[in-house]
């Protein structure tokens, strides 16, 4: 079964050129598209797309609330969010991650980059670029808190060894980079980041590196 994606982002030129890259390829299917966050919602619940490809400004709703409604408690569907963005450091983004997308892109990022975030949030993973998410995080980790919410306090059911896997991946790093630096196999940190995400009740990376800034585990810049 191909991979279903709704396209959603108020610019008709931009949604032609996503359209033409990602049915190029033979796995990814186009089911859609939307001019604004409120037209993604209601195609989300029509279509039932498996990634929602999202434009963070746009009218009538934007792409951080479109987001939190798809992916909230009372999501109508499995869709996943990739949130676009002109600029690599618009802190829209991680309003978006916080709401409960599964990673962003640039809007002029490489076609392949695009298939492959495609295929790795369908797949249940993240697309967390470590030079671009590293950045946002420093620059805008001080915003994250919410005053609503207390500091979390449930690191304490991480061993050590999971509190150091996390504070890598808040980091940026891949499975791979994170064995290197701790010296043990992928599938071993494959594991590790299993039980961080289960403990935490958190959903992907994504989540896991915004919850180790908000909990104060890691601080910008360090």
Do not use: C, W
């Not at 963005?85 to 990673?103: I, K, N, P, Q, W």
């Amino acid at each position: 079964m191909p991979i279903r994606v709704l396209l959603v982002d108020d610019q008709p030129l931009l949604r032609t050129g996503f359209r033409m890259i990602l049915e190029a390829e033979q796995d990814i299917a186009v089911v859609g598209e939307a001019g604004d966050g409120q037209q993604g919602l209601e195609q989300v619940r029509a279509l039932q797309p498996d990634v929602v490809l999202m434009d963070i400004r746009m009218p009538r709703m934007d792409g951080v609330e479109a987001t939190r409604r798809i992916t909230g408690p009372a999501k109508d569907g499995p869709a996943k969010v990739v949130v676009l963005t002109t600029f690599d450091l618009d802190e829209y983004v991680v309003e978006a991650l916080r709401a409960g997308a599964s990673g962003f892109l640039l809007k002029d990022a490489p076609a392949a980059e695009l298939v492959q975030a495609i295929r790795v949030v369908a797949a249940g993973e993240a697309m967390l670029a470590p030079s671009v998410t590293r950045r946002l995080l420093d620059k805008y980790a001080g915003q994250l808190p919410s005053a609503e919410q207390p500091v979390p306090n449930s690191l304490s059911t991480l061993t050590e060894r999971e509190v150091e896997v996390l504070k890598l991946v808040a980091r940026g790093l891949s499975n791979a980079e994170i064995a290197a630096d701790l010296f043990v196999s992928e599938t071993t940190v494959k594991t590790h980041v299993g039980h961080v995400l289960t403990k935490l009740d958190l959903r992907d990376r994504v989540q896991a590196a915004v919850y180790a800034y908000e909990s104060g585990l890691v601080r910008p810049g360090q």
